[in-house]
């Protein structure tokens, strides 16, 4: 079976490093799971990323202490199982890996330069355990 990004999804792309795009597209297809793209998922203004902060859903204030997301170079996922969104560890690991792995492939045949950090390789922080959800250019 081969998955597709809804619209809503991929309205959430703009603004993106396009490169992050073609491994999301890419990705999404040979997915063993669906999985699309939450609200704020990508790029973000200083304004929104520090009401995340203020609300506790990040780390990153927008001003002094920059997200990832503001300069398009971050995108945050969902597994979507059962008909439903899932934040479930396994489902968001099966997703990333198919993501980060898509990543090494087209790397490997010349048709994107960047590699990718994946949350979960953060280590724990204050807010959510691991970023599970969570993609961003190194």
């Known amino acids: ?3 597709a990004f809804s619209t809503k999804s991929l309205s959430r792309m703009k ?28 790029i973000r203004t200083a304004i929104r990323q520090n009401e995340l902060f203020a609300d506790g859903n ?8 920059l997200s990832n997301h503001q300069s398009g ?5 969902y597994a979507y199982v ?3 969104a899932s934040w479930e560890k396994h489902h968001l690991a099966m997703v990333a890996g198919v993501i980060m792995s898509t990543a090494t492939r087209l ?17 724990s922080n204050d ?7 969570h993609i961003e250019v190194k």
């Open 1 to 3: 079976m081969s998955f």
């Open 107 to 123: 790397r490997k045949q010349g048709k994107i330069d960047i590699e990718l950090k994946w949350g979960a390789e953060f280590g």
């Open 15 to 42: 603004g993106v490093n396009p490169q992050l795009i073609i491994i999301f597209n890419e990705a999404i297809k040979n997915s063993p799971i669906d999985w699309g793209l939450p609200r704020d998922s990508g």
């Open 127 to 133: 807010f959510n355990g691991y970023d599970f959800p």
């Open 73 to 77: 170079n971050a995108l945050d996922f």
């Open 82 to 84: 059962n008909g439903k």
């Open 58 to 65: 990040s780390k990153c204030d927008g001003y002094d202490n």
